[in-house]
């Protein structure tokens, strides 16, 4: 499932995939993938993310029906 919460916070903070990326010391590619639902990250890298994203596990991550 693509990940359209974490892609509109990325967005809104006007950060490219790069930019995140290289602040959860991830690859373009793994945020990439992350946004389109081709890999499910570790809780770390959530947290990170979320981190850096000012938002929350459940905001970003939690699969609404």
């Not at 290289?22 to 990170?48: F, H, M, W």
Request: proline letters at 2%; glycine letters at 4%.
């Amino acid at each position: 499932m693509k990940n359209l919460q974490m892609k509109a916070a990325r967005a809104a903070m006007d950060l490219s995939q790069q930019d995140l990326a290289e602040r959860v010391g991830v690859s373009r590619q793994t945020i990439n993938a992350i946004e389109k639902g081709d890999y499910n990250p570790t809780i770390n890298l959530c947290r990170a993310i979320c981190k850096e994203l000012g938002r929350t596990l459940d905001e970003l991550f939690w699969e609404t029906d």
